[in-house]
């Protein structure tokens, strides 16, 4: 597609639920990005994919959280049992490869756990 | 370890007025990328513009303009004759070209507010 796209823009959930947030790259972008930003914070990275390497999961600040991305293509975030720090805005950004600097941001999913 | 330093939580100015947003940084690589990006109320990321630390020439484009100085890690970004439009949350950010993630490391942000 012409740009990053994310969904759902909004998500409101219980505490204690699961939830599945979705990013569909640039098309031919094999670097995709998931970052986590805190109301008033900047962003916090939580994972990276690249082509088919195995991700680099070091930002993700609990086991709740996980991420899948099938090749070079979609990816979801999944957050189990959330809580309410888990209340943020999630964005996705994809590049060309990890080395072209080029990153192309989501407008983001707005979780609201309550 | 990189950092990146955003002082000003919040500016507020006069339609007009000109304003500047400081970013200081940290990293212990020498090459690396610095940004800066608009977050506008509606969430997306907007690309500025992206400085090589190889090039410390300053840039302007149209009314925004960014003195990038190696010697005091700063890459400052200037708005001249503000306007309502340019209301929005600023990042400055950092890649290190010799990580092998090419993550961006974000400063706070700085939300400027520019008032009729």
């Known amino acids: 597609g012409a740009g990053v796209s994310q969904s759902p823009s909004n998500k409101v959930t219980e505490k204690g639920k699961d939830v599945e947030l979705r990013c569909d790259p640039i098309?031919?972008?094999?670097?995709l990005y998931w970052y986590r930003q805190r109301l008033g914070q900047g962003l916090e990275f939580l994972i990276y994919?690249?082509?088919?390497?195995?991700?680099?999961k070091s930002g993700l600040p609990s086991d709740r959280f996980s991420a899948e991305r099938t090749g070079e293509s979609v990816s979801t975030l999944t957050i189990q049992r959330t809580q309410q720090e888990d209340s943020a805005v999630y964005l996705c950004?994809?590049?060309?490869?990890?080395?072209?600097?080029?990153?192309?941001f989501g407008s983001g999913t707005r979780l609201t756990v309550v | 370890a990189q950092k990146v330093t955003q002082a000003q939580t919040e500016i507020s100015v006069v339609e007009k007025e000109d304003v500047t947003l400081d970013c200081v940084y940290e990293?212990?690589?020498?090459?690396?990328?610095l940004f800066w990006y608009k977050q506008p109320p509606s969430g997306e990321l907007v690309f500025l513009i992206r400085?090589?630390?190889?090039?410390?020439q300053n840039e302007i484009s149209g009314r925004y303009s960014w003195n990038f100085q190696k010697s005091t890690s700063s890459f400052n970004f200037t708005i001249t004759a503000s306007q309502v439009v340019d209301s929005a949350v600023y990042f400055c950010?950092?890649?290190?070209?010799?990580?092998?993630?090419?993550?961006?490391?974000f400063g706070r942000g700085t939300q400027l507010t520019v008032w009729p």
């Open positions: 098309s031919g972008h094999t670097a």
């Open positions: 400085r090589n630390s190889f090039d410390e």
């Open positions: 994919f690249q082509g088919n390497s195995a991700p680099d």
């Open positions: 950004a994809s590049t060309k490869s990890r080395d072209s600097y080029g990153y192309t």
């Open positions: 990293t212990r690589d020498t090459t690396y990328y």
């Open positions: 950010a950092l890649v290190d070209r010799g990580s092998t993630l090419g993550r961006l490391y």
